[in-house]
């Protein structure tokens, strides 16, 4: 049996930008081995009670040799702000890694990732788990205070187009028009992206107006309850049927979901 419940020490936590944190646990061998880019973990909070629901986190970055799974997260409310506050050492209840994740398929060798604030973090898993493929990667953040792990990507992509809304880096622009010009240039196999629902309705108009031969692949953010299908609080529209985004998603082709 698949092992997806643990409790799991934290190894480390430490800052990357403004209210933005990287969480960093020792996990066990089944939630590395079965995790896919894209999943996340259901944590629950420290010291919460029964008041606080778990928080879906997606997955930053994993190192199998270190049997760890980093997790960067934004500051939103309370929930987020315990989970900053956690020292090295201390334990946390997780479920992971959930629900389904990017769909890389072998003919994927030219491989886009678009991400926007901290949905650009779950992005990064790929270079530790699809390895030797050409990326490009395009990353808008709200400003230069709140850009982080832009050396990582530019570590693994052959190339990286930053924007964000107040031009303090990158180019001042909407992330998915510089996603539009370069896709007037040539064409992925495949774009794999992650945001928030303002960005993927952006996303799907420039889809639909210069890539619609381009397999597109978004993965939801979306208030849950439960993570593991019981509560049907996290539903979206797809293929004009409810989808569970923790069971069926978060990942879905973005020709399906209802934007």
């Known amino acids: 049996m698949i092992k997806k419940h643990d409790i799991c020490r934290v190894a480390s936590l430490e800052p990357l930008s403004k209210d933005t944190y990287a969480l960093t646990l020792k ?20 010291h919460a009670g029964e008041h606080l629901l778990r928080r879906p986190i997606s997955v930053n970055t994993i190192d199998r040799e270190a049997e760890t799974m980093r997790f960067a997260f934004l500051i939103q409310g309370e929930g987020t ?3 900053s506050q956690c020292r090295p050492g201390d334990e946390l209840d997780i479920l992971a890694p959930l629900g389904q994740g990017f769909r890389v398929k072998e003919s994927h060798q030219k491989i ?22 050409e990326y490009t990667a395009f990353l808008g ?6 850009a982080y792990e ?19 880096i990158g180019e001042k622009n909407f992330v998915t028009e510089a996603l539009r010009r370069e896709l007037a240039k040539e064409k992925p196999d495949v774009i794999l992206s992650c945001g928030p629902l303002p960005m993927f309705r952006s996303l799907k108009r ?37 989808k569970r985004v923790c069971m069926d998603g978060p990942v879905f082709d973005i020709r399906e979901v209802e934007l």
């Open 27 to 46: 996990v066990n061998g089944d939630m590395l081995k079965y995790f896919r880019p894209g999943q996340f973990a259901h944590i629950r909070l420290p």
């Open 81 to 83: 702000r315990r989970l």
């Open 112 to 133: 886009w990732l678009v991400g926007g604030g901290i949905g650009i973090a779950p992005l990064l898993s790929l270079r530790d788990t699809v390895p030797g493929r």
């Open 206 to 242: 420039v889809w639909e107006e210069d890539g619609r031969d381009v397999e597109t692949q978004v993965s939801m953010e979306q208030h849950m309850g439960c993570g593991t299908g019981g509560c049907y609080t996290c539903t979206c529209m797809v293929a004009g049927a409810m």
């Open 150 to 168: 832009l050396k990582e990507f530019e570590g693994f992509c052959k190339a990286v187009h930053v924007t964000s809304d107040d031009g303090s």
């Open 141 to 146: 953040y709200k400003s230069r205070e709140y």
